[in-house]
């Protein structure tokens, strides 16, 4: 085989091999095939130019004789006159194929076929083999049927099977296959009709490397390739080039052109010794072939090759329509899909629920096995996706590296160096950006496509040949298809891309309508707060008076009546005046709370050092000579209200005394410092302390964790201080540790004013 294959590129001036193939000039191969015969004539004087070195075989006239000479003295008048109209009106193709019966006045043994077609100056001629049934009326009524039975296919893959069907019964080849190509033109068998005892190839894959680019130009150019027989010695075209010009005979559109010796070392591996292709083209793009293998030589007849040509155009017509038709079911389908989960979302306004968590999910907008949701900061998944650490990466290289909201590749690790290794469950990515910062984002993943091949023949088993030879055949075309697609997914469609963008933008409506939703529910809440507080004050204030009448008589009946009446009345009184004392500190600190709230701020810049000074003055002397009371200087100013910022110090303050009470050298230290264009103002003591699992509780109203009888409290004033503060745009939060003293801060903004 090797020897041969070396021999049959005598053809060419350059050797040409597995590395070179795409660049071998398969249209100057200076041989045709054995079975016709090639006649090259000068377009004007038709003088013979060329003559394959067969013409004896074929036509009973050695080349030598033929050279040089008038073609008129060879070809039949009405003939002559044939060609002659074929060439005012350059079309050649309504002529073809004409029947001769003789040349030179040779009768011959049987028809042929006459097949004629311009190239430059240069008229040629291929004379081959005419099959007489072809024109029988049986042959006729049989393909009617067939296109009929193509034609009434219910979808495009019973179409394809049918069609291979029907052109197996047509022609009698072994093996009829359909293939389609790829984006990148492998090649991959979606059809096949064959002899049963024939391994299947149905599903195989082929590298595009095994129909090299110029062949495939060719196909597209003459969309009928025939080989007759892999084993007959080529015949050789005499001279190979123009005797004038001294340039190779242009064979691009020969029929029997003969066959590249790469090629038939290739068909000879899989053990085809005869073979048909027809082009499938689409939109003027190769789509697909119809292969026809025979394990025996076969030649069928130029009308029968024309008839496969015209059922493969059948195939193209309906190709553009099912597509058409495909994109409208698929695009209604997700539309359905996109509705429910549109519905879905905004049962709850959860984005999450619906997407995730509900009868349809992201999976079924485009059938991806796995898919990611970064909302919120979490990240949520579902399906087969990669690890959580590697999603979080990609997310951060697609926020650094893609502008568009929506990203697709059915090749990953070629963008993303982190891709290699997700290959298996994310070499398809196709990527939702919901929001940018903080980052938001929908991924789809698909894996690598040999891991979802359907393997239909057995490789293993479709040839066994020697090593040496198995470099061109199916199992090792596999082999080389898997090498070429490796990383590789099923890509995206233009579909999947708009139901992706068509998501979110229903997502963006959800998070909007949420938003405004939030937005009413606050304002709902604002209202009712202020409405709660006028309450508050105006039940404060109105209980004033009561209690005052209270107050009054309870005072009379102490001084006026308290010797007429007992123990008992008396210690009832004095119940009563506590109780009243308490009610009045209740009141006085819920008016004081309200208050807040409901007057405007007027924010001045104060010194922090003399405020604190100040309120600590208004303290019994009997407590604070009790306590050290340390001022931490030097403090910032504060930009704050006075009145509430002394109300807040009061609290802080009567706090640390009251929580002192207990200790034996009581302590408490206030202070201020800044921190990120804020003044932050503290009291801390040495008191009583607070756990740490109620830090947050303590500033709640009406929150204590004293009782009443150790110490006296409404639990009013750290919320007014937490008020206070919230009203200063500020914070509060404390330290503190059980008996090792509580230190209480609050923020307050620094703003652009004079000190008064
Ligand atoms: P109260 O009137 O009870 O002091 P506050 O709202 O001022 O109400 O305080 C709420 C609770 O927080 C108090 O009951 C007390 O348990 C705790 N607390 C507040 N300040 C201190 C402090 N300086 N040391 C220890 N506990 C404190």
């Not at 095939?33 to 004896?56: E, K, P, W």
């Not at 409404?714 to 503060?725: F, M, R, S």
Request: hydrophobic letters at 35%.
């Amino acid at each position: 085989m090797k020897n041969d294959y070396q021999g049959a590129n005598r053809f060419y001036t350059v050797s040409y091999d597995l590395d070179n193939c795409d660049k071998e000039p398969i249209h100057i191969i200076r041989v045709v095939q054995s079975y016709a015969c090639l006649i090259g004539i000068d377009l004007n004087s038709f003088s013979i130019l060329h003559v394959s070195d067969n013409s004896d075989r074929i036509l009973g006239l050695p080349y030598g004789e033929l050279l040089g000479k008038n073609m008129e003295d060879y070809l039949h008048p009405e003939i002559i006159e044939q060609l002659r109209s074929g060439l005012q009106d350059d079309d050649f193709i309504s002529h073809n194929p004409i029947i001769i019966k003789s040349f030179g006045g040779n009768i011959l043994k049987k028809a042929h076929h006459l097949i004629v077609h311009l190239q430059g100056g240069t008229l040629i001629m291929e004379i081959e083999e005419r099959d007489a049934n072809v024109s029988s009326s049986r042959f006729l009524q049989r393909s009617d049927r067939t296109v009929q039975k193509i034609q009434s296919s219910r979808d495009v893959n019973n179409l394809f099977h049918e069609t291979a069907r029907e052109i197996k019964v047509l022609t009698g080849y072994d093996r009829v296959m359909i293939y389609k190509f790829d984006e990148q033109y492998n090649g991959n068998v979606i059809a096949e009709a064959k002899d049963d005892h024939l391994d299947p190839y149905f599903e195989l894959r082929y590298p595009a490397s095994d129909i090299p680019k110029q062949a495939r130009a060719l196909f597209l150019r003459n969309q009928v390739r025939i080989i007759v027989d892999t084993q007959s010695e080529p015949s050789q075209i005499m001279p190979a080039v123009h005797p004038d010009t001294g340039e190779p005979l242009d064979q691009s559109d020969c029929v029997a052109r003969g066959v590249s010796p790469i090629h038939v070392e290739y068909l000879n591996n899989m053990g085809v010794r005869a073979s048909m292709s027809v082009a499938i083209i689409k939109e003027n793009q190769l789509w697909g072939l119809i292969a026809c293998h025979h394990y025996q030589p076969k030649l069928i007849d130029y009308r029968l090759r024309n008839m496969v040509k015209f059922l493969s155009r059948i195939i193209s017509g309906h190709l553009a329509l099912q597509e058409a038709h495909d994109y409208r079911t698929q695009g209604l389908q997700t539309n359905i899909i996109r509705s429910h989960l549109l519905e879905q979302m905004s049962r709850n306004w959860s984005v999450m629920e619906g997407l995730l968590e509900s009868k349809y999910t992201l999976l079924d907008l485009n059938n991806a096995p796995g898919a990611a949701l970064l909302l919120d900061g979490r990240l949520h998944k579902i399906g087969q996706c990669p690890s959580d650490k590697k999603i979080m990466d990609l997310i951060n290289w697609l926020d650094k590296h893609v502008e568009n909201t929506v990203f697709e590749t059915n090749e990953l690790s070629r963008h993303w160096e982190g891709g290699a290794e997700i290959t298996d469950v994310a070499s398809g990515l196709l990527s939702l950006q919901i929001a940018h910062t903080p980052p938001e984002y929908i991924l789809w993943f698909r894996p690598e496509v040999i891991r979802t091949v359907n393997w239909g023949g057995n490789p293993e088993k479709a040839v066994t040949f020697s090593r040496e030879k198995m470099r061109m055949s199916p199992r090792q075309s596999f082999e080389i298809w898997k090498q070429q697609v490796r990383n590789t997914a099923r890509p995206w469609t233009r579909n999947d891309v708009n139901a992706a963008i068509a998501l979110r933008n229903d997502i963006k409506d959800i998070i909007i309508e949420k938003y405004q939703e939030i937005r009413k529910l606050n304002k709902d809440l604002v209202e009712a707060y202020k409405d709660l507080e006028s309450f508050s004050y105006s039940v404060s204030h109105d209980l004033r008076m009561p209690l005052r009448t209270i107050e009054g008589f309870s005072q009379i009946l102490e001084e006026d009546y308290k010797d007429k009446l007992d123990d008992y009345g008396q210690q009832a009184l004095k119940t009563i005046s506590s109780s009243i004392g308490k009610m009045n500190a209740f009141i006085n600190d819920l008016l004081a709370l309200s208050k807040i709230s409901l007057n405007d701020l007027i924010i001045n810049k104060l010194n922090l050092a003399s405020q604190f000074t100040q309120v600590w003055e208004t303290f019994p002397a009997t407590d604070r000579n009790r306590i050290r009371f340390v001022v931490k200087e030097p403090m910032p100013p504060v930009y704050a209200e006075i009145t509430s910022l002394r109300q807040l110090l009061a609290n802080l303050l009567s706090n640390a005394i009251k929580y002192t009470r207990t200790v034996e050298s009581p302590e408490i230290e206030v202070g201020g410092y800044t921190d990120n264009n804020q003044t932050i103002l503290y009291v801390k003591d040495n008191g009583i302390g607070i756990d740490e699992k109620h830090f947050k509780r303590i500033f709640d109203v009406f929150s204590r964790l004293v009782s009443e009888r150790e110490y006296e409290g409404t639990g009013v004033g750290l919320a007014i201080v937490k008020k206070v503060a919230d009203k200063h745009q500020g914070q509060v939060w404390v330290e503190s540790k059980p008996g090792q003293g509580a230190a209480f801060y609050c923020s307050f903004p620094h703003h652009e004013l004079d000190m008064i």
